[in-house]
Structures are given as structure tokens and as C-alpha cells.
């Protein structure tokens, strides 16, 4: 939950606590890769990479749940909320499209 008190932290103490934070973000990390790890019994490359992703993907989930958000309270400009009404009446190509168009699909 963040509190006010993370809002009124400068910048200095705000990457001390992130640094002071890290070994018990690692530690959660290891904890979710190795819970992961038990569902497979069977582990190869691939599936310990892809274990590794998604422990990752998980740990910066929460830590996002926790992190302030930096544009509160901040408004657009109006020319990007101008460019992003406009945008919406744009065409749209899918990812698929791009990637025939530019050969990547290859």
C-alpha cells in the first residue's frame, strides 16, 4: 500500500530504499522460481527459462502493487490528448500485417 510518507521521499531516499528493498526482492524471486520449479519434475533449458520469465514477470508485479504512481495527479497537454482523439479514428494495421509488410515474418 503506499503511503504518503513514500510520496515525500526524495529522489536520493528513494533509491537507498529500493537498494535496501533488493535483497528481499531477490529473495521473493528465488521463492517463486523454486515454487515454480516443483510443479515441473522434468526441467530443460527452456522450461527453466520460461520459469524464470514468468517468477520475474510475478515479482514485478508485486512490486509494482507497491510502487507509486509518478504520474498522479498530472494532466495531459492538450496536444497529446488532441493527438490521441485524433488517433483513434486512424487506421490500424495488426502485427501480423508489419511484420509481412517489413519481412520479418520470415
Known amino acids: ?35 515454480l520449479q516443483e510443479t515441473e519434475t522434468d526441467t530443460t533449458v527452456d ?6 520469465r514468468q517468477a520475474m ?3 514485478i508485479w508485486e512490486i509494482e502493487q507497491h510502487t507509486p504512481d509518478p504520474d498522479r495527479g498530472l494532466e495531459l ?11 483513434a479514428h486512424e487506421s490500424r494495421h495488426s502485427l501480423e500485417d508489419v511484420l509481412k509488410e517489413s ?3 520470415d
Open 1 to 35: 500500500m503506499v503511503t504518503r510518507v513514500t510520496w515525500e521521499l526524495t529522489n536520493d531516499e528513494r533509491r537507498k530504499l529500493a537498494r535496501d528493498l533488493m535483497s528481499e526482492v531477490l529473495a521473493e524471486f528465488e521463492q517463486a522460481l523454486f515454487a
Open 77 to 87: 497537454r492538450p496536444q497529446v490528448t488532441d493527438r490521441l482523439r485524433s488517433a
Open 103 to 105: 519481412g520479418l515474418n
Open 57 to 59: 514477470l510475478e515479482v
Open 47 to 52: 522450461t527453466t527459462k520460461s520459469n524464470a
